[in-house]
């Protein structure tokens, strides 16, 4: 199987320090791959330097997506090629409803796509997309963006992703809906959500410390997230 997103030996430095040190991670087509790790390893600025967001210029290292170096790439030409990301915070729109959101190069009807995160079509479509919606609902109406937009490769950061406002089942049912046009990295730190993934990897530390089954890796994340990472790398080839 190829390799959608190959990420090849990513060094981030900020404020004079490494945020990210040689971390290599791949996700195949109609993978779901989950980046397991605690708060403040590193895992929302990898998803950014992927993503292309300003000030997170690698500082070494390549990222390759479809096998296509992408690292100099500015965000809308990634979006362009099928990279979608959930943001750390859902931006607000006033003026805009909705429905124009969610039609925003939108491939899916937005009426379905509100229904698989949990919202009722009929409440939310014709709705300000502004400061009448609460925290809950702005991130639901994004993850039903990424979903009409039908990326080839959806990065899910969990506290983006409104992942605290949905049950397991409706998370795992929004991840199987995107693998069918592409693939699902979902970054996380919790086990659970884990476990359901064709595939998972640990970082901690800013780099990556076990890629491979996701009850193997789970079974990592446990022993070490309480201690200072070592930066040894466990791979099942």
């Not at 991670?25 to 998803?47: F, I, P, Y």
């Not at 795992?172 to 884990?194: N, S, Y």
Request: with cysteine.
């Amino acid at each position: 199987m190829s390799a959608l997103l190959d990420i090849r030996g990513l060094t981030l430095n900020r404020g004079g320090r490494a945020i990210l040190s040689d971390v290599r991670l791949r996700v195949d087509a109609g993978q779901s791959h989950v980046l397991l790790g605690a708060n403040g390893a590193g895992k929302s600025t990898l998803a950014y330097a992927v993503m292309g967001c300003a000030a997170y210029e690698p500082s070494a290292g390549r990222v390759y997506f479809d096998g296509t170096d992408v690292t100099d790439l500015p965000i809308h030409e990634r979006a362009r090629r099928g990279l979608a990301l959930a943001w750390q915070e859902p931006a607000r729109f006033e003026g805009l409803t909705v429905a124009d959101y969610l039609g925003i190069g939108g491939r899916l009807d937005p009426a379905a796509c509100l229904a698989q995160v949990g919202l009722a079509p009929s409440d939310y479509l014709h709705r300000g997309l502004d400061r009448t919606l609460s925290g809950g609902e702005r991130k639901r109406i994004e993850l039903a963006g990424v979903l009409a937009l039908q990326p080839r490769l959806a990065i899910l950061d969990e506290p983006s992703a409104g992942i605290d406002f949905l049950s397991e089942r409706e998370i795992q049912r929004v991840i199987e809906a995107l693998r069918q046009g592409g693939a699902v990295l979902l970054i996380t730190h919790q086990e659970a959500l884990a476990a359901g993934a064709d595939r998972a990897s640990q970082l901690c530390g800013g780099r990556i410390v076990c890629v491979g089954d996701p009850a193997d890796v789970i079974a990592a994340y446990r022993s070490r997230r309480c201690r200072r990472c070592d930066g040894e790398v466990c791979h099942d080839g």
